[in-house]
Nanobody, 126 residues
Framework: QVQLVESGGGSVQSGGSLRLSCVAS??????MGWFRQAPGNQREGVAG???????IYADSVKGRFIISRDNAMNTLYLEMNDLKPEDTATYYC??????????????????????WGQGTQVTVSS
């Protein structure tokens, strides 16, 4: 079974950077993504990466965040730059062993993924 463990969250100032990591076990191939959820809000997709390496980003983070994957270490990363207070949320990584997708945007949808980490908190202050 798949197990995902996020790390790297913390408190940063506006404009700062942070790098999140997600170590996956029981998972060798498929699609992965980063999602976030602020109190009172629904969980939303932030960035996704297909088994083919293609990536997609939410408009709100495009140009600021970078998703990447280290296949050898089986680790997913999210490089977060120019952080803003509205980025404050609990960030979750997700994995789906299915390699194929119809639309790349599906990798930003919660319904695509059945495996989730426990989350790591990111707080951005002004």
């Amino acid at each position: 079974q798949v197990q995902l463990v996020e790390s790297g969250g913390g408190s940063v100032q506006s404009g700062g950077s942070l790098r999140l990591s997600c170590v996956a076990s029981g998972f060798t191939a498929g699609c992965m993504g980063w999602f976030r959820q602020a109190p009172g809000n629904q969980r939303e997709g932030v960035a996704g990466i297909g088994n083919d390496g293609r990536t997609i980003y939410a408009d709100s983070v495009k140009g600021r965040f970078i998703i990447s994957r280290d296949n050898a270490m089986n680790t997913l990363y999210l490089e977060m730059n120019d952080l803003k207070p509205e980025d404050t949320a609990t960030y979750y990584c997700a994995a789906d062993p299915r390699r194929q997708y119809i639309f790349l945007s599906d990798l930003l949808a919660t319904w695509r993924f059945g495996n989730w980490g426990q989350g790591t908190q990111v707080t951005v202050s002004s």
